[in-house]
C-alpha cells in the first residue's frame, strides 16, 4: 500500500471515529435533557407527553397529603393561574413546605397526575427557582391585565 493510500485510510478512519463520537455524546445529551413547564403550560398541553420534564411553582396552602404508607404525598403546584397535583413517593427534602417554591421533575400520566421521580425544593426563605419565578411573575401579569380588563368593560356597561 502506497503512503498516499495509508494516509486517506488513516483520515477517513479518524473521521469515522469522529462521527461516532459525536453521535453518542449527542444522544446521550439529548436522553438526559430534561425541560421545564409551568402549570399553565401542562394545561395548555405544551409539555411533552410521555417524557420526562420539570415543573414548579408554589405549593398550594392546605394541599398536602399523606397517603396511608407514609412514604407517598400528594401536593398541588400552582403558578397562581393553574393548579397541577402531584404525585411523589419517597422523602421529602427538608426545606420543602406548603406556600413556598419547588420543582419536580416526573411524567406525567394520562389521568393528569404528575408522577414526580424527584423533589427539589428552595435552600433559603428568599429563594424561588428562577423558572418557577418566571411562571409566577408571568401568571401575575396575565392575572393582572385580565382584571383590567374586566374593569375596563364594567365601566364601558355602566356608562
Do not use: C, W
Amino acid at each position: 500500500m502506497k503512503p498516499r493510500h495509508k494516509r486517506i485510510a488513516l483520515i477517513l478512519g479518524g473521521l469515522a471515529i469522529l462521527a461516532l463520537a459525536a453521535t453518542l455524546v449527542l444522544n446521550a445529551f439529548q436522553s438526559n435533557l430534561v425541560f421545564f413547564f409551568s402549570p399553565t403550560q401542562v394545561a395548555a398541553g405544551e409539555a411533552p407527553k410521555g417524557k420526562s420534564f420539570r415543573i414548579g411553582g408554589m405549593v398550594k396552602e392546605g394541599s398536602l397529603q399523606r397517603q396511608a404508607d407514609g412514604v407517598t404525598l400528594r401536593f398541588v403546584v400552582t403558578d397562581t393561574e393553574k393548579d397541577m397535583t402531584v404525585s411523589y413517593k419517597g422523602i421529602l427534602p427538608d426545606l420543602f413546605q406548603e406556600g413556598k417554591g419547588v420543582v419536580a421533575q416526573g411524567r406525567l400520566g394520562d389521568d393528569g397526575l404528575f408522577a414526580a421521580s424527584e423533589v427539589l425544593a428552595k435552600h433559603d426563605e428568599n429563594y424561588l427557582p428562577p423558572e418557577a419565578a418566571k411562571a409566577v411573575g408571568d401568571a401575575h401579569q396575565r392575572a393582572a391585565a385580565n382584571k383590567a380588563a374586566l374593569e375596563a368593560s364594567a365601566k364601558t356597561v355602566k356608562q
